[in-house]
């Protein structure tokens, strides 16, 4: 999947806009990939997504799901925010 990364740039660079926008400034294309590749792995679709598909994923992707993802993966300790800690 991350050979696709490149691929769906403009997309992923999208929904980064569109979050900016909504004033959710904080989000990243990086962190927009990450909760895209849970959701498709949560619904067993990672394996044999069609490029399309996965584009259409990215746009469908909601404000309120990745502020869920992120709210989940604060509750479980991930390292997610040491890249800003260390800044």
Same mark, same amino acid.
């Given at each position: 999947?991350?050979?696709? +990364?490149?691929?769906?740039?403009?997309? @992923?660079?999208?929904?980064?806009? *569109?979050?900016?926008? /909504?004033?959710? %400034?904080?989000?990243?294309?990086?962190?927009?990939?990450?909760?895209?590749?849970?959701?498709?792995?949560?619904? +067993?679709?990672?394996?044999?997504?069609? @490029?399309?598909?996965?584009?259409? *994923?990215?746009?469908? /992707?909601?404000? %309120?799901?990745?502020?869920?993802?992120?709210?989940?993966?604060?509750?479980?300790?991930?390292?997610?925010?040491? +890249?800003?800690?260390?800044?």
């Amino acid at each position: 999947m991350e050979e696709w +990364k490149k691929e769906v740039y403009p997309a @992923l660079e999208s929904k980064q806009d *569109e979050f900016h926008f /909504l004033g959710y %400034n904080g989000a990243s294309m990086d962190e927009i990939w990450d909760c895209l590749l849970a959701r498709l792995k949560r619904n +067993k679709d990672l394996e044999e997504i069609q @490029l399309h598909r996965l584009v259409n *994923e990215i746009m469908r /992707l909601s404000v %309120n799901e990745y502020m869920n993802w992120l709210t989940i993966h604060a509750y479980k300790g991930t390292d997610m925010f040491s +890249k800003q800690q260390d800044a």
